[in-house]
């Protein structure tokens, strides 16, 4: 069965880079695109982008210019940078599964609090 | 892109049914079969509970059901439950430019 882990820094100066890392583990890295979502406190998701495993992109347009999402798939590992954080991107932010072939996200990792706060 | 447009809340009483809506454009949910909706419990990271406008995930309920017309999908939750109490939020792809956008979220209540 597949799991998600995913980690990185929880708090996060403005104008400060948000790094995430999310781990694939129990299943096939090949074949589907890795996402992440994010959830502001109280607010609803905001898909930012995905990654498949030949480094294939796409974002959300409106967080682009700021976003870098890659892979690393010898440690079956994928990671969001989102550069010059504000407190708007005060989140949870979740990794997420999508098969290549398919239209939704069937695996989610817990998520991982990430504040913005001088 | 904006966020498809949900009603902030629904409700009803145990065994009674309740009916989400979740509105967009002709470019995400009126020009895409591939429209999903997700269950939140607080606290917790999403669950697939339609997938493709009306199918359903290996182990989620008959009483979750989907469907679509024009840009307008919805989310129909028959025989209610108390564990169905959460927050569910709609998702579309929009080929244009190979994304997806979610819904502002709905919170149904068992009364």
């Known amino acids: 069965q597949v799991q998600l882990q995913q980690w990185g820094a929880g708090l996060l100066k403005p104008s400060e880079t948000l790094s995430l890392t999310c781990a694939v583990y129990?299943?096939?890295?090949?074949?589907?695109?890795w996402s992440w979502i994010r959830q502001p406190p109280g607010k609803g998701l905001e898909w930012i982008g995905e990654?498949?495993?030949?480094?294939?992109?796409n974002h959300n347009p409106s967080l682009k210019s700021r976003v870098t999402i890659s892979i690393d798939t010898s440690k079956n590992q994928f990671s969001l940078k989102l550069s010059s954080v504000t407190a708007a991107d005060t989140a949870v932010y979740y990794c997420?599964?999508?098969?290549?072939?398919?239209?939704?996200?069937?695996?989610w990792g817990k998520g991982t609090t990430v504040t913005v706060s001088s | 892109q904006s966020a498809l447009t949900q009603p902030p809340s629904a409700s009803g009483s145990p065994g009674q049914s309740v009916t989400i809506s979740c509105t967009g454009t002709s470019s995400d949910v009126g020009g895409s079969n591939y429209v999903s909706w997700y269950q939140q419990h607080p606290g917790k990271a999403p669950k697939l509970m339609i997938y493709?406008?009306?199918k359903r995930p290996s182990g989620v309920p008959d009483r979750f059901s989907g469907f679509k017309s024009g840009n307008t999908a919805s989310l129909t939750v028959s025989g209610l439950q108390a564990e169905d109490e959460a927050d569910y939020y709609c998702?579309?792809?929009?080929?244009?430019?190979?994304?997806?956008?979610f819904g502002t979220g709905a919170k149904v209540t068992v009364l």
């Open positions: 998702c579309s792809y929009a080929d244009s430019n190979n994304s997806y956008v």
């Open positions: 129990g299943g096939s890295f090949s074949g589907y695109h």
């Open positions: 990654i498949n495993h030949s480094g294939s992109t």
């Open positions: 997420a599964r999508r098969d290549t072939s398919k239209y939704y996200m069937d695996v």
């Open positions: 493709e406008v009306s």
